[in-house]
């Protein structure tokens, strides 16, 4: 049998489960642990290396769901046939080629920018020296869900902005979204069905595809997620984004959302609300979060501020019904979060002391002021239309005088990149000659000479007409 040779490092900037995982999936795939080999045993492995049980299982779960390993009853882990490394061959090895300059034109139509041109550098840079100089104690080791300080920050902004209600110690912290999806992911192990809407955001898929997990595609109607095929797809989780539906711009209504939480009390089942674009509405104030309208505690609740900061902040959080909450402090209580502890008490003083809230509404006027001259200097295209632009920082785009490949083949002629809907559909039709348009980073003082080249690009009647 296998033995293992490593050493774990609770300081580390991954947490001990994956450093476990990715160290038997690295000997796996070298050959190191050969096909059929039987691995130390769970115990064995805990008594080792001095880690819970919860911290080797979550390993293990990685393994099998990634098929590094296989589990035979009463007999245990064994290494599964996967292709090894080889030694290099003698041909010389090829650089890689450098990437192709990408103009900043390019970029001006791209969902993911943001102006940080409102940013608050003085005062966010203020709170750092303060921070810093005068809390040395947060050099040491941190908790599995974040500072105090955030997590209570955190649960009046929410329950006041958005009528969340949590406890602040349910309240997870984590560098980026991917990291807690990730999660939750071990969280519900590899036997739960997902449920995505279609079109939707591709991230979540993605890493459901990297971990071999069961994906359903729901369509999208007038008032978001079908609920209907979402209830006769015999998914166990169903993600979402009701606030403001990427990419068709789609508010779901209370109706709607009330018929989906049923959904999930009836069967046991849960919802990732991932509440996309909430902090800017153009039309009103916004509905409350799902999770605000849950009584059973079937929502789980994520937000970011990658997307209202700066993309380079990656801090994010989820709010986790108590169930989760005891499975995560089970699987993940040894651990310590992925997020420096003085970015976190910078952020719950940015918080509390009422910088962010300024910034939303001075980056929100920004945003609607933008948003209203795009649409004004898009009005002077002959066929365009817009829908999906009462709130966030995009909307969807129609031409049909021509056809989606057209309309981005002619863009990028004048140096514009532009995403076609297509790319974001999955099993449904995407809707003809139709295009996403970010907003975020394109400056305002541009636009009308954008919209000219558009203008430009577009002016004859299309030959490829759906």
Aim: charged letters at 25%; glycine letters at 8%.
């Amino acid at each position: 049998m296998y033995h293992l040779n490593l050493t774990l490092d609770p300081a580390g900037k991954k947490p001990m489960y994956e450093q476990l995982y990715r160290f038997l999936a690295d000997e796996i795939r070298s050959g190191v642990i050969g096909s059929g080999e039987r691995l130390p045993s769970k115990r064995a492995l805990c008594a080792q290396l001095g880690v819970s049980r919860s911290t080797v299982e979550a390993a293990c779960d990685l393994l099998l769901a990634e098929g590094y390993a296989v589990s035979r009853p009463r007999s245990g882990f064994f290494a599964a046939d996967v292709l090894t490394q080889t030694a290099p061959t003698e041909q010389p090895a090829r650089k890689p080629a450098p990437p192709e300059p990408v103009s900043r034109e390019e970029d001006l139509f791209s969902t993911s920018a943001v102006d940080v041109s409102q940013f608050p550098y003085a005062s966010w840079a203020k709170l750092y020296r303060e921070v810093i100089y005068h809390s040395p104690a947060l050099l040491q080791r941190g908790g599995a869900q974040g500072e105090p300080e955030l997590q209570q920050a955190l649960a009046r902004l929410l329950s006041e902005y958005r009528s969340v209600r949590c406890d602040p110690e349910q309240i997870v912290v984590g560098s980026g979204l991917e990291t807690l999806l990730s999660q939750l992911i071990t969280l519900f192990g590899p036997k739960t069905v997902y449920a995505l809407e279609d079109p939707g955001y591709p991230f979540l898929e993605r890493t459901l595809r990297a971990r071999e997990r069961a994906i359903r595609y729901i369509p999208l109607d007038g008032d978001g997620m079908d609920a209907a095929a979402l209830e006769a797809s015999h998914a166990d989780v169903a993600y979402l984004t009701p606030s403001h539906q990427f990419p068709m711009g789609v508010t779901m209504p209370a109706s709607r959302r009330s018929r989906l939480l049923r959904w999930a009390e009836a069967g046991d089942r849960w919802i990732i609300e991932d509440d996309y674009d909430s902090e800017f509405r153009y039309g009103g104030r916004p509905l409350s979060s799902m999770q605000g309208m849950d009584r059973a505690e079937r929502v789980i609740y994520t937000g970011t501020f990658s997307r209202s900061l700066a993309p380079s902040i990656r801090l994010a959080f989820m709010v986790l019904p108590h169930a989760l909450l005891e499975r995560f402090r089970a699987v993940f209580g040894r651990e310590q979060t992925t997020v420096s502890r003085y970015e976190q008490t910078v952020m719950a003083r940015f918080l509390d002391e009422g910088f962010y809230s300024r910034y939303l509404r001075r980056v929100g006027l920004l945003y609607a002021r933008r948003r209203d001259a795009l649409l004004e200097a898009l009005r002077g295209i002959d066929g365009v239309t817009v829908s999906g632009a009462g709130g966030g920082i995009h909307f969807l785009l129609t031409n049909p005088r021509w056809t989606e490949a057209e309309l981005i083949e002619k863009a990028a002629a004048r140096g514009l990149r532009l995403a076609g809907l297509s790319s974001l559909c999955r099993t449904v039709p995407a809707l003809a000659s139709t295009l996403i348009v970010g907003y975020g980073g394109l400056p305002t003082a541009r636009i009308p000479e954008i919209a000219q080249k558009l203008r430009e690009a577009w002016a004859e009647n299309g030959q490829g007409r759906p």
